[in-house]
């Protein structure tokens, strides 16, 4: 176990070499988070208002319905957007283990090409997440462990899904089944690189958070000091949560793309080596 962890985390260190080198790949869940929050904001904002006002005098059904049907499109176009950020991630981080300087433009077009793929994707994903999330809620405690557990095994088969759609001129319910296939030739690989990898950030995200929960208490306190102190910790411990965030998704689309090649292929590509890409999926 402890030695499938200490591969994973050199295939981490790998990954995000690649990024260090080129920091533009670091943009782009960044340019795609903040696009997918401002449709929430926008199109799932006004839903949740009318949902809101289910409590008022003037409730009115029509309006809560209208609002839960903007929220459900809110969310579904924020899914969308985050999907096609992955997929111009996964399009540049190719051209980078290639050897090429990544061309974010030629990334965006092949993304352009599949934007039938992605939206069948999105639609995939939100109706097996509802699905489990339907499960956990209705079949009380054995609901909620099997949901839970075929949530995590979804995830795990269609771990390859967005370098498949990037990569592959296929449809989404292919590009599932072709991720589930290249993941059994590889489990070990995805396994201990992508919890290394979520481990990271979610270590990194917990002191964030900590840090601007402290920030929270100071301001709250009062005092010039410990207001002064709360706002910076506030600040430090949103900045560090965000960046953790961003650090993890850009390091597993590299991750993803070096494990399809590897996968698909059997070759290594930029700082990976077939040996220990073959030690780690073993």
Excluded at 122 to 131: D, F, G, P, T
Excluded at 133 to 156: E, H, Q, T
Excluded at 171 to 196: C, E, F, H, M, Y
Excluded at 202 to 227: D, K, N, P, S, Y
């Amino acid at each position: 176990m402890f030695q499938r962890m200490r591969q994973g985390w050199e295939l981490t260190k790998k990954s995000w070499g690649v990024i260090r080198e080129h920091p533009k790949l670091l943009r782009l869940p960044l340019v795609g988070g903040v696009l997918a929050l401002i449709a929430v904001a926008v199109i799932a904002g006004p839903g949740m208002f009318l949902v809101a006002s289910d409590s008022a005098e003037t409730s009115d059904d029509l309006l809560v319905y209208l609002g839960y049907g903007l929220i459900a499109l809110g969310s579904f176009v924020a899914s969308c957007i985050v999907i096609y950020y992955n997929v111009i991630l996964a399009a540049a981080a190719d051209q980078a283990l290639q050897g090429q300087e990544p061309d974010i433009a030629a990334a965006k077009a092949i993304a352009g090409r599949r934007r039938g793929t992605i939206i069948g994707w999105a639609i995939v994903s939100a109706i097996v997440s509802l699905i489990f999330a339907i499960v956990r809620d209705k079949g009380g405690a054995v609901g909620n462990i099997l949901g839970s557990i075929g949530a995590a095994a979804w995830g795990f088969v269609t771990f390859l899904v967005i370098p498949v759609i990037a990569l592959e001129d296929i449809g989404p319910i292919d590009a599932v089944k072709r991720s589930g296939n290249l993941v059994k030739q590889r489990w070990g690989q995805q396994a201990t690189g992508n919890v290394v990898i979520g481990g990271i950030a979610t270590v990194a995200m917990i002191v964030g958070i900590v840090l601007g929960v402290l920030g929270g208490v100071l301001i709250v306190a009062g005092g010039v000091a410990a207001t002064s102190g709360g706002i910076a910790l506030l600040i430090v411990g949103i900045v560090v949560a965000v960046g953790a965030g961003l650090a993890a998704g850009a390091t597993k689309g590299v991750f993803g793309v070096a494990l399809y090649h590897f996968s698909a292929e059997n070759r290594a590509l930029g700082p990976f080596s077939e040996s220990e890409l073959s030690h780690a999926a073993g």
